[in-house]
Structure formats: structure tokens, C-alpha cells
């Protein structure tokens, strides 16, 4: 899926700078944006069943990606998983709204992914970037390989 969007179809071309070192969260990440890409794709094919298809998975995809950061964050004590828990919570709620408007026949793709563009970009640099030590710290890879493998197969 990631091989037809590079080149000069991709929405959005994955910027290195936003690689946090912990080669699992990286691998989410870049998936999220093969979404994002296949998204935008499909609404300039005018491909409604991939529309519909790729938003569910973007969808599901997100919110596993959480949920997994979560876990990950409290194996690793970081002091600010409340704060940081709220914020997905917060971003679950708006693209899901975004998600029933589509349903309701409105065309929210290209605002869906314009938003997620913005808020993923800062997301990922800011508040993702200050669990990174303490996860460096706290937990081991190890850990961090036995849960991946637990979690996407229970959710996969
Ligand atoms: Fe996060």
C-alpha cells in the first residue's frame, strides 16, 4: 500500500525529523500517513467505496496506535500520561465527528486530512517527543516487543 503513494501523489511525504528513535511508534506513525495518503487518493479518484473502506481503517488503525502509546507510556511512568491520554481522547472525539458527517453524506476528506496533517505533525514533534526518554529509560525492548506483539494480534 505505501509503494503507490511515493512519488508525486503523496499527500504527504513522511519527514524524517519526525522519527522519535523508538523504531515501533516510527513504524505507527508512517502507517498513519499511508492512511492519510490512501485517503486523499481515493477522494481524488472519486472512489467512494475507498473512501468510506480507508476511513474506517485510518479510523481503527488511530485509535490502536493510541492505545498502544498509552500502554506504553505507563510501563514507562511518564508524568505526563493524564495530560497526554486527555489530548487522544480529545483528537478520537473530533475524527469521529468527522467520520459521521462523512456518513451523513457531507465531504470532509480533504478538511479530515488537512486537520490530521496539522495535529499529527505537532502531536508527534511535541507531545510524543517528551514520553521518548522516559521510555528509553523505563522500559526495554524486550518489553516493548512482547507487548506489540499482544497487542496488534488482539486487535489486528
Ligand atoms: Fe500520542
Do not use: C
Not at 472512489?47 to 481503527?60: G, I, K, P
Amino acid at each position: 500500500m505505501a509503494i503507490e503513494n511515493i512519488g508525486h501523489r503523496s499527500y504527504w511525504i513522511w519527514d524524517p525529523f519526525l522519527d522519535l528513535g523508538i523504531e515501533s511508534i516510527d513504524k505507527q506513525h508512517r502507517r498513519i500517513v499511508d492512511f492519510i495518503n490512501d485517503l486523499h487518493e481515493a477522494h481524488t479518484s472519486h472512489n467512494r467505496l475507498s473512501v468510506a473502506r480507508t476511513l474506517d481503517d485510518l479510523v481503527d488503525y488511530t485509535v490502536t496506535h493510541f492505545a498502544f502509546e498509552e500502554q506504553l507510556m505507563k510501563a514507562a511512568k511518564y508524568p505526563l500520561y493524564d495530560e497526554h491520554i486527555k489530548n487522544h481522547a480529545s483528537f478520537t472525539a473530533h475524527i469521529y465527528q468527522y467520520k459521521q458527517r462523512y456518513e451523513a453524506g457531507e465531504d470532509i476528506v480533504l478538511p479530515l486530512i488537512s486537520k490530521l496533517k496539522l495535529w499529527l505533525i505537532h502531536h508527534i514533534d511535541v507531545e510524543d517527543r517528551k514520553y521518548i526518554p522516559y521510555v528509553n529509560k523505563n522500559t526495554t525492548q524486550s518489553w516493548i516487543q512482547t507487548a506489540l506483539t499482544q497487542f496488534w494480534k488482539l486487535t489486528s
